[in-house]
């Protein structure tokens, strides 16, 4: 559809998480049922669409979800991200993709030198991070550096076309931790997610119990609250 607004033209069935090529001639998106998803592109005036074939070493897990395919700059590279929140990269013509980052939302820079996302390792909690990457070769060119340090999530970066700015989605999350001299083998975990527009907080319980050495956890109640009231939880340890 234009960009003003105006009526739009459908361009393919069934697909997700469209991006345009740098030239505007095409258009590529994912396709495809779980456990099998796809790579498609299809012309910008429309047509059949084309499978970008995506194959992953043999170490690396099957591929069953794919997310945000997105062209390079020179469009010689495409990164996505797949699976449990892993971040590839594949040349735009096919074949086999090469691990970049554990992480997801993956976007590229102004010129494509790096890649921008939100790191999924443990103790990262989902803060943004850079990444170079080599477009020759198609894999990481040094190490990544984190661009946010916060007490939440931030995720789906974009990055301005100068590459002076990046905007970003961010969440704030608490997190509190008890344990009771009452009950050793029992610890509370409450995570409290920052109000919505609307006013209404989440709240996450969580129950460890320990076992010897070891901690499990056990979801207790997950529950909506407008801010500002209590929540009394209860729970029986045996």
């Keep these: ?19 345009w090529s740098p030239d505007g001639s095409t ?30 070493k043999a170490s690396e897990p099957p591929l069953v979800f794919l997310f945000y395919p997105s062209y390079s700059s020179d469009g010689r590279r ?4 797949a699976n449990q929140e892993t971040i590839y990269v594949v040349s735009a013509a096919g074949g086999d993709a090469q691990r970049i980052a554990k992480g997801k939302r993956p976007a590229w820079n102004a010129d494509s030198s790096a890649i921008i996302y939100s790191k999924a390792e443990p103790g990262r909690n989902f803060s943004l991070w850079q990444v170079p990457v080599s477009l020759a070769e198609g894999k990481t060119a040094g190490s990544a550096e984190p661009l946010t340090i916060s007490h939440g999530r931030d995720t789906q970066p974009a990055v301005s ?39 209404i907080t989440s709240a996450t319980f969580s129950v460890f119990h320990r076992m010897g050495s070891q901690w499990s956890m056990k979801l207790l109640e997950a529950r909506q609250f407008t801010s500002g009231k209590s929540i009394a939880v209860q729970t029986q340890c045996s």
């Design 1 to 19: 559809m234009p960009a003003l607004g105006g009526s739009a033209r459908r361009i393919a069935e069934g697909g997700n998480f469209p991006s």
């Design 78 to 81: 495409i990164v996505f991200e």
């Design 27 to 56: 258009i590529i998106y994912e396709s495809g049922p779980w456990g099998n998803p796809k790579v498609l592109s299809v012309p910008a005036s429309g047509g059949a669409p084309r499978e970008i074939p995506i194959t992953l």
């Design 161 to 199: 076309r100068d590459g002076k700015l990046i905007a970003f989605a961010a969440e704030d999350v608490s997190f509190i931790s008890r344990r009771f001299p009452s009950m050793p083998k029992l610890a509370v975990y409450w995570a409290r997610h920052s109000p919505s527009p609307a006013g």
